[in-house]
């Protein structure tokens, strides 16, 4: 007798390991930025960018020459973001217990709850116009695939993801809004294989310069650091008018620093420089956030220069009722005396490669209604379901109703990087 002949008597043996998720997570600058949960209809942050001037030896000229403090005030309003998760009533009744499942199905729910934070803390680097990513100039367009830019963009992309395109960064969809399908994703190369047989014949107009939107999202998404410390076409975003302030007339004030990295050596004297030129504008930096790629080749860099640093897992906490929890210590850096200031130099995944952010933390703020991740039906509805009307399934929503402010860009630095 063989395995063949025995084969209704074997059984089949399932690992007693946990089933990991392998979707990726730990999101950096969602969990450390401040938070304030507030209603209304628009956030008002005012903004002191300019003190009594027009001072003279002579006192006739000094009256007819004064001016008063200049004053501005962000009307930052909420935008919105929906993740939705349907399970079959069966399956969630199949999969209780350990003896049923590896997991329950009902965790569906859940995971759409940490779905909608990764696509949150990954806007949090980007703008209002809602570009996720943008074609490599020169790269073929005749096919399955696109070649992006910047290979970190690729965490922007998962597999079944619906996308649109546009010629330039927010103008208006190609092709009427056609869309194509993600297939799958190579984070390591950024090279993102699409449903279409030939994506540049199926979407009109599409070029190798396009830039990227999920459906839906554009000109629809929450302000970013792209927002608020503008690197690309800068002199045009902070010539125009931004949640009611046009930010020209006071570019580093109200549009933060920026610093070509190109204009200085490697990255450690960038991360110097940074930190010195908020200081010297009378920002107190505490946050360096980077790329990971980018991270790794400063702590290579700061082995070999022996800058003394301490390596460090950041808690993210926060009080739940009467008691402060410890939510992640998932975020690990290094912690080291920069410009003559403690710094907490951190690495995200989702920092576009070339960006370097020297950040005050208490100057931001991410404004949000009801919790941060919120599941709507919850507070209505008394329950995180709903049965879906013509099937026998259940749908859970998860929203969140959100903005990112700043009370002092002029006290943090943007640097834009040379290509790695």
């Not at 043996?13 to 990991?20: A, C, D, G, L, S």
């Not at 990255?267 to 420089?273: D, S, W």
């Given at each position: 007798m063989d395995l063949t002949d025995y084969d209704a008597m074997l059984k089949?043996?399932?690992?007693?390991?946990?089933?990991?998720?392998?979707?990726?997570?730990?999101?950096?600058?969602?969990?450390?930025?401040?938070?304030?949960?507030?209603?209304?209809k628009t956030y008002i942050q005012p903004i002191n960018n300019g003190k009594?001037?027009?001072?003279?030896?002579?006192?006739?000229?000094?009256?007819?020459?004064?001016?008063?403090?200049?004053?501005?005030a962000f009307g930052i309003t909420r935008v919105k973001q929906y993740q939705l998760a349907t399970?079959?009533?069966?399956?969630?009744?199949?999969?209780?217990?350990?003896?049923?499942?590896?997991a329950p199905a009902f965790e569906e729910f859940d995971k759409a709850h940490r779905s909608l934070a990764d696509k949150t803390n990954r806007r949090l680097y980007r703008s209002t116009t809602g570009t996720i990513?943008?074609?490599?100039?020169?790269?073929?367009?005749?096919?399955?695939?696109?070649?992006?830019?910047?290979?970190?963009?690729?965490?922007?992309?998962?597999?079944?993801?619906?996308?649109?395109?546009?010629?330039?960064?927010?103008?208006?969809?190609?092709?009427?809004?056609?869309?194509?399908?993600?297939?799958?994703?190579?984070?390591?190369?950024?090279?993102?294989?699409?449903?279409?047989?030939?994506?540049?014949?199926?979407?009109?107009?599409?070029?190798?310069?396009?830039?990227?939107?999920?459906?839906?999202?554009?000109?629809a998404c929450a302000a970013g650091l792209e927002s608020w410390l503008p690197v690309t076409d800068r002199a045009t975003k902070l010539a125009a008018a931004f949640y009611g302030v046009t930010r020209s007339t006071a570019p580093e004030r109200l549009g933060g620093i920026y610093m070509d990295g190109a204009d200085f050596g490697d990255?450690?004297?960038?991360?110097?420089?940074a930190v010195s030129k908020a200081g010297q504008r009378g920002g107190k930096t505490d946050l360096v956030l980077m790329n990971t790629e980018r991270f790794s080749?400063?702590?290579?860099?700061?082995?070999?220069?022996?800058?003394?640093?301490?390596?460090?897992?950041?808690?993210?906490?926060?009080?739940?009722?009467?008691?402060?929890?410890?939510?992640?210590?998932?975020?690990?850096?290094?912690?080291?005396?920069?410009?003559?200031?403690?710094?907490?130099?951190?690495?995200?995944?989702?920092?576009p490669t070339n960006r370097l952010y020297a950040l005050q933390k208490d100057t931001w703020k991410i404004w949000h209604t009801g919790d941060l991740m919120t599941f709507p039906l919850e507070k209505f509805a008394k329950g995180i379901l709903m049965p879906a009307a013509t099937a026998d399934q259940f749908e859970g929503r998860v929203a969140t109703y959100h903005n990112l402010g700043c009370s002092a860009p002029g006290f943090n630095v943007v640097v834009e990087l040379p290509s790695a």
């Open positions: 089949e043996y399932y690992t007693p390991e946990m089933v990991r998720e392998l979707a990726y997570s730990d999101n950096v600058l969602l969990g450390l930025l401040p938070k304030k949960r507030e209603g209304g009594p001037g027009g001072a003279s030896a002579t006192f006739s000229t000094a009256q007819i020459n004064q001016y008063n403090s200049k004053y501005n399970v079959e009533t069966e399956t969630l009744l199949a999969s209780e217990g350990n003896a049923g499942a590896f990513g943008q074609f490599l100039d020169g790269a073929a367009i005749n096919g399955a695939t696109i070649t992006l830019a910047d290979k970190a963009d690729a965490w922007n992309f998962e597999e079944d993801d619906v996308i649109a395109f546009s010629a330039t960064d927010g103008s208006a969809l190609l092709d009427s809004g056609a869309t194509v399908t993600v297939v799958s994703v190579d984070h390591e190369t950024g090279i993102v294989t699409t449903s279409s047989a030939d994506i540049g014949t199926e979407i009109a107009s599409l070029t190798d310069t396009s830039f990227i939107y999920q459906a839906g999202d554009r000109l990255l450690n004297e960038i991360v110097i420089k080749d400063l702590q290579i860099l700061w082995l070999n220069k022996h800058v003394i640093h301490e390596n460090i897992e950041v808690n993210v906490r926060e009080k739940v009722g009467d008691r402060m929890m410890t939510f992640s210590t998932l975020y690990q850096g290094m912690k080291a005396n920069v410009g003559g200031r403690t710094v907490q130099v951190l690495s995200d995944r989702a920092c």
